[in-house]
């Protein structure tokens, strides 16, 4: 069974930052993964994919890694602002099933 | 375009009482999941729907949760005989399709379910 873990939990950083968010799972037969954001009482905004074939994608100040074989992948923010301030999400779509799998999230809190 | 609609937003019920949720994908959008999330806890797989293909059952906690899909458009999430369990915010998503972990999944704002 897949599992999916990301770390911290929670983080508070200052505006203008750097961060880096991180997320494990346990299968690495995965087709994808996605990371997400929500906000309090909102669904969740798809922020990048990326392929199992790909190791990054980008958007904007944002940038995601993927280490299939390690079974990790990193989400980088750079120059953190106030706006960015909600909880991401982790998600791996499966090889075999039809779900995604999610990590329980990074709250993030930047400070002005 | 428009997105992914739920309805309603929220939704308080009475312990016993059977709800019905709705889920509008986007236009063209063949596959449609249903997910809960609980408060405080990640988001869990319910339920999948892939064209006209049987959908994918596997992830209903109980046999008082059940869903349909009237050909490629609008999903109903049925629970009878709420507990109070079942408090959550239910999640619709679409896709474009196909394999669904191969493409990018949408998600709507959710309905808050309460049950006291």
Known sequence: KQEVTQIPAALSVPEGENLVLNCSFTDSAIYNLQWFRQDPGKGLTSLLLIQSSQREQTSGRLNASLDKSSGRSTLYIAASQPGDSATYLCAVGETSGSRLTFGEGTQLTVNP | ?116
Not at chain 2, 20 to 35: F, N
Not at chain 2, 56 to 75: C, I, M, N, Q, Y
Not at chain 2, 106 to 116: A, E, K, Q, S
């Open chain 2, 1 to 116: 375009g428009a997105g992914v609609s739920q309805s309603p937003s929220n939704k308080v019920t009475e312990k016993g009482k059977d709800v019905e949720l709705r889920c509008d994908p986007i236009s063209g959008h063949t596959a449609l999941y249903w997910y809960r999330q609980r408060l405080g806890q990640g988001l869990e797989f319910l339920i999948y729907f892939q064209g006209n293909s049987a959908p994918d059952k596997s992830g209903l906690p109980s046999d008082r949760f059940s869903a349909e899909r009237t050909g490629e458009s609008v999903s109903t999430l049925t629970i009878q005989r709420t507990q109070q369990e079942d408090s959550a915010v239910y999640l619709c998503a679409s896709s474009l399709g196909g394999l669904a972990g191969a493409t990018e999944q949408y998600f709507g704002p959710g309905t808050r379910l309460t049950v006291t």
